[in-house]
């Protein structure tokens, strides 16, 4: 599939404040590429620097195979969906969706079968007459995802667009978000900081983090097989547990040591050597730590500070001998425990990753078949 | 201490019912949220307790006494707002002090009460701190420490996590269990949260368009939800809702549905002939290998969702349900047509009103 947006080495700052910093990325034709990143960690900046609003310091975007740095906003042709609603209020939801056409001094007879189609596809078509004020949240927000999908063109911006509604809104807006882009086989680029979202919604994922974009990948294979540390810490809910750690050498075996635990570890074969010793960051998602009933001397125990109640899910969070973690399990599974209880825990360091701590590149990974 | 009921109340805005015609009771010493998406109503119900509006109909009454007509101020109530009241440029203690004054509570007493506010909510060590220094938490702290202090009979906390970052969140759930556990007083803790409902609340009030649509312990309600809207506003995602069809055939009544293999026996009476077949995503067994009572499914899309675990969208006669997979092996993941079944005790069955039908269902024996 062909490239429709690049950036090259692109860089922004706002007077000393470095932004981004060397931005790489390449969207496909038919993407569906969530960029992902904290809050205010330069998610909009970026889309803004896209659509021309704003102009890059260094470096170059590269949009349908022209250089952008000499193109007008106007000519980009981009749909763009605001977080904010931003809906015009005394204006019928019709007027509202058909703006950017408008806008475009398009007639009104070619305007209403595009407004309608846009309508439908977001199920709002009995809206059309109304006011903005008539409208919930949700409502308003299809509004405004139709009013960013009316331009016909093949590149459509969204900024965060469910933000700030409620969950039970958000997990119908992403239903509709995800089959909206395999009807129209357009390229969404998608900003949002919410990690289910994007592990839900996107094709492929990059994330943004300090200034830069870590790691780019498909879900699952960045979920899985992270190489960086901030994409293991970020994405993921809840999010991953991140213990101090040190290598140290057992005979010829690579070890990782932490406060509670020890643990052998696989370097990863683009790793040339490894310093001994040397600080290390060793992330362990919640989900691969597991509760045991009984108890042996082996186990660890750890005090509950607090169980939260997903439903379908627990998430508990543990102290252990000063440190902090936090497991999930699926709550039908085992008898429920509470504040204050104690239990043991045993965990599968196969799925740790060792990161170095200076720089948050990869070291390796456990080892199969050792339980600590 | 007694408990707050309320009879019959109804507020209505202009055309708008926020409140309509709610009996209910909220016992002493137990966490009752009041849960449910904006506009349900209960924020409206919150501050008519707490006087700041006055019902159009119906009353509140606290023990015996009827509070319905009584000034706010008068009412002995502790609140905790969404945004955390502290007063900026005075410490933590005087903070605490200023309600105990306007209540012309003695020296003695006033001091004995605001160390027992600090050393419930574990404030000791910041309580010589100016207030504009202090985090949310601490901060929406300092608000709860002052709403105890004067030992209110009913303590109202309306959305107070609103505000707060997820980290701190965990600080403020672990406090607020500890404390509720300690006192004595009827809590009511307004919500739209259901992680934040489940993991406080003693009781939860279900609330929507004005209505209580039920009030159960946490799990039971998660578990045993009356009505559709019940299934589907808790979970994440909430239940899957399919049409089925109920058929009577040798006077007894069957439950048919693409989703089960063959029909089920329905042990009830007062079924529609079309009904809706609620089940949880986490209910719904997936493999990629026959078994019994599984119908054939195609996979329409898989995304990781909370814990690593797998969301299956998968599709039987073009009705799409979501499942939750805990460790899906690698033959399931690669597999583009699934085997899915409804275990019979997870399955829960709506008339068309949207209301339960309890119902036994069991397997036809062949």
Redesign the interface.
Same mark, same amino acid.
Do not use: M, W
């Given at each position: 599939m062909d490239t429709v947006v690049e950036f090259r080495g692109v860089s922004k700052k706002y007077s000393d404040l470095m932004v981004l910093e060397d931005i790489n990325l390449s969207i496909r034709q038919d993407d569906f590429m969530v960029i992902y990143g904290l809050p205010s960690s330069g998610k909009t900046v970026l889309l803004r620097l896209l659509m021309g609003l704003e102009a890059p310091d260094a470096g170059d975007i590269i949009l349908r195979r022209e250089n952008v740095r000499h193109m007008s906003p106007k000519i980009r042709n981009i749909g763009y969906v605001p977080q904010d609603f931003a809906l015009i209020p005394h204006k019928t939801i019709f007027e509202n969706i058909a703006y950017p056409l408008r806008l475009m001094k398009k007639p009104t007879r070619e305007i209403k079968p595009v407004v309608e189609r846009a309508a439908s596809m977001l199920s709002i078509e009995e809206l059309l007459d109304k006011l903005p004020t008539q409208l919930? &949240?949700g409502q308003k927000q299809r509004v405004a995802v139709a009013r960013g999908v009316v331009k016909e063109t093949d590149i459509y911006l969204f900024d965060d667009p469910l933000a700030g509604l !409620? #969950?039970?809104l958000r997990?119908r807006l992403i239903d509709d978000l %995800?089959r909206l882009q395999e009807d129209m086989a357009a390229c969404f680029f998608y900003a949002t900081s919410d990690p289910?979202e994007s592990?839900?919604l996107a094709a492929s994922i990059a994330v943004l983090h300090e200034r830069t974009i870590c790691e780019i990948g498909d =879900?699952?294979t960045i +979920? #899985?097989n992270p190489h960086h540390l901030s994409t293991i810490d970020i994405l &993921? #809910? =809840?999010r991953a547990n991140l213990l101090d750690g040190r290598i140290i050498r057992k005979a010829s075996e690579v070890w990782c040591q932490t406060n509670f635990l020890e643990f052998p570890i696989a370097v990863d074969a683009e790793v040339a050597t490894v310093e001994n010793p040397m600080d290390v960051t060793v992330a362990v %998602?919640?989900?691969s730590i597991q509760k045991i009933l009984g108890r042996d001397e082996k186990c660890l125990t750890a005090d509950i +500070? *607090?169980?939260? !109640? *997903? &439903?379908?899910?627990e998430?508990i +969070?543990l102290n252990i001998q000063d440190s902090n973690l936090t497991m999930?399990? =699926?709550s039908?599974q085992t008898g429920h425990n509470d504040?204050g209880d104690q239990i043991s825990i045993s965990m599968n360091t196969a799925s740790f990753f060792v990161f170095e701590k200076d720089t948050g590149n990869r070291i390796g990974r456990g080892v199969d078949n050792f339980n600590a | 201490m007694p408990e707050i009921r309320i009879d019959r109340l109804t507020k209505r805005f202009k055309d708008v019912v926020a409140v309509d015609d709610l009996t209910f009771s909220f016992p002493e010493g137990q966490v009752t949220c009041l849960l449910g998406p904006s506009g349900c109503g209960k924020t409206t119900l919150l501050r008519m307790i707490a006087g700041l509006e006055t019902p159009t109909s119906g009353s509140i009454y606290f023990g015996d006494v009827d509070l319905t007509q009584l000034a706010p101020r008068k009412r002995n109530i502790g609140m905790v707002f969404q945004y955390p009241v502290v007063y900026r440029g005075i410490s933590v203690y005087k903070n605490i002090e200023l309600p105990l004054l306007k209540r012309k509570i003695p020296q003695n007493e006033r001091k004995q009460r605001i160390e027992e506010a600090l050393e419930l909510l574990n404030l000791q060590d910041q309580a010589t701190k100016d207030s504009s220094q202090l985090d949310n938490v601490s901060r929406q702290k300092v608000s709860v420490a002052r709403a105890i202090s004067y030992h209110p009979d009913i303590i109202l906390f309306d959305e107070p996590m609103t505000n707060i970052d997820a980290n701190s969140k965990v600080q403020f759930s672990h406090f607020f269990k500890e404390l509720s556990k300690k006192l004595n007083q009827v809590i009511v803790y307004v919500t739209h949260d259901q992680t934040e409902a489940m993991t406080l609340a003693d009781q939860i009030a279900l609330m929507e368009d004005g209505r209580m649509v039920q009030c159960n312990e946490p799990r039971t309600l998660y578990n045993e939800p009356e009505e559709v809207f019940g299934g589907w506003f808790l979970g994440n995602p909430g239940m899957n809702f399919i049409d089925a069809h109920c058929a009577q055939s040798g006077g007894n009544d069957s439950l048919i549905s693409s989703f089960l293999k063959s029909p089920l026996n329905i042990a009830t009476n007062g079924l529609d002939r079309e009904v809706t077949i609620g089940i949880r995503p986490e209910h719904i067994k997936v493999s990629e290998t026959a078994f019994s009572n599984a119908v054939n499914a195609d996979v329409k899309r898989k995304s990781i969702t909370v814990g690593g675990q797998f969301l299956f969208v998968i599709e039987v006669d073009r009705v799409e349900v979501k499942a939750k997979v805990s460790h899906p092996s690698n033959e399931l993941m690669n597999a583009q047509s699934v085997w899915v079944e409804f275990p019979v005790e997870h399955i829960v069955l709506f008339n068309q009103n949207q209301k339960r039908v309890h119902a036994e269902l069991t397997y036809v024996r062949k």
């Open positions: 919930s &949240g !409620d #969950f039970k997990e %995800r289910i592990l839900t =879900p699952q +979920y #899985f &993921g #809910f =809840p %998602r919640p989900e +500070y *607090l169980r939260e !109640d *997903l &439903g379908a899910e998430i +969070y999930v399990n =699926p039908s504040v | -």
